[in-house]
């Protein structure tokens, strides 16, 4: 009853002659109609991949917003408005390397999350535990923070207009993939915390999983009772291989 929805965020890969590319391949892709698709460019491709998407079914994000949602004097930032403008309907906020190379607090990612949406847009909440936390058995706790610090903050009837993307930190461009019962474990209990407050926000949100995600072991993956589908990294710079992924999400 959930859509799934799979993403693939392109980091801070490409030219703008290779993301032509790609997403051209991207247009090729056979994607199940009960899929939803989105990619999430570097800011400065998101008008191209807008305009080599238009007519098809994928849609596009921004990786980052200000934590300000209207535009104004704060250099080198973009307003989630103005991602709206543009034509994003979606965004990513607290990814893991933002967390971890750009200091973003859990105070930030939660503006992030509420700028997003006053301008209309779904925001992305990125949780996930590093190996350390992982092997200290601090994995839920880690999660159920980031998590709460959005609910405590804004309600959780932000979920309702919200993705969630589990990605433990020690599987992202690693190779290492959480198996299909690690994930749905964390997934489960970030369902059950949203329940905890409401019972129909919990039900209807989607909760992604993210961390070397690919063909091989996407369909594994999705058919774990709570994961909606991926939040792809690597994999989704190759249109092929992506779209084989989108098309595991369908079956
Ligand atoms: P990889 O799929 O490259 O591990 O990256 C996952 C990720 O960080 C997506 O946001």
């Known amino acids: ?24 391949g991207l247009r090729q892709q056979a994607v ?10 570097v800011l400065l491709h998101v008008a191209d991949v807008l305009d ?3 007519g098809g079914v994928v849609m596009v994000g921004a990786q980052n917003c200000a ?30 390397e933002r967390r971890s190379l ?30 350390a936390q992982r092997e200290a058995g601090e994995t839920l706790a880690v999660v159920g923070r ?29 190779g290492l993939t959480a198996s299909p019962e690690q994930a749905q474990q964390v997934h489960a209990a970030i369902r059950a915390q949203l329940a905890a407050a409401s019972a129909d926000v919990a039900d209807g949100v989607r909760i992604l999983y993210g961390g070397s995600v690919k063909a091989a072991n996407a369909a594994e993956l999705f058919g774990m009772p709570d994961i909606d589908g991926g939040l792809v990294g690597g994999a989704s710079l190759n249109a092929d291989e992506f779209g084989a992924i989108c098309r595991a999400a369908g079956n």
Not at 32 to 41: C, E, K, S, W
Not at 102 to 131: H, N, W, Y
Request: glycine share 10%; with cysteine.
């Open 1 to 24: 009853m959930r859509r799934p929805l799979v993403a693939g965020n392109w980091k801070m890969h490409g030219t703008r002659a290779s993301v032509a590319e790609l997403t051209k």
């Open 32 to 41: 199940p109609a009960g899929v939803d698709v989105a990619v999430f460019p």
């Open 52 to 54: 080599g998407v238009s």
């Open 67 to 96: 934590v300000e949602p209207e535009q104004g004097a704060l250099t080198g930032e973009v307003a989630a408005t103005q991602l709206r403008d543009a034509g994003c309907k979606l965004v990513l906020v607290g990814h893991s």
């Open 102 to 131: 750009l200091q973003e607090s859990d105070e930030v990612v939660v503006r992030k999350f509420a700028a997003a949406q006053s301008a209309g847009l779904i925001p992305v909440l990125c949780v996930g535990e590093t190996l």
């Open 146 to 174: 980031q998590l709460a610090s959005v609910i405590e903050s804004l309600g959780v009837d932000v979920f309702r207009q919200a993705v969630v993307a589990y990605e433990p930190v020690w599987a992202i461009g690693t």
